[in-house]
Nanobody
């Protein structure tokens, strides 16, 4: 599965941003799709995941209530809606595809990923 993120940019604190991830390749719609981010000088961290059917989602604590992950399999697209952005949300955001697994594994660093995108930069000015 090939992945390509888009939608990043420079916004002010409190603004919203929609990230997109275009997936291509065989069986793209049969993967769990997740978002991760990496801030300068920090390790990459889990943000959100949506399972292969779109029926279940899970979020990191900092994303709960502010971010929404969704997918439209007919378009092979995955989205991350980010609301009330904070300066600490500044990072490169990546989408990833993985074989279906228990969603709690993603926040625990137990997931194995089949593909990663190149990332899209999100910068939030305070």
């Amino acid at each position: 599965v090939d992945l390509e993120e888009s939608g990043g940019g420079l916004v002010q604190a409190g603004a919203s941003l929609n990230l997109s991830c275009a997936a291509s390749g065989r069986f793209a719609n049969l993967h769990d799709m997740s978002w991760h981010r990496q801030a300068p000088g920090k390790e990459r961290e889990f943000v959100a995941v949506i399972n292969w059917s779109g029926a279940s989602t899970r979020y990191a604590d900092f994303a709960e209530g502010r971010f929404i992950v969704s997918r439209v399999d007919a378009k092979n697209m995955v989205y991350l809606r980010m609301n009330n952005l904070k300066s600490e949300d500044t990072a490169v955001y990546f989408c990833a595809a993985s074989n279906p697994r228990q969603l709690s594994d993603y926040g625990l660093g137990k997931a194995n990923f089949a593909s990663w995108g190149q990332g899209t930069q999100v910068t939030v000015s305070s």
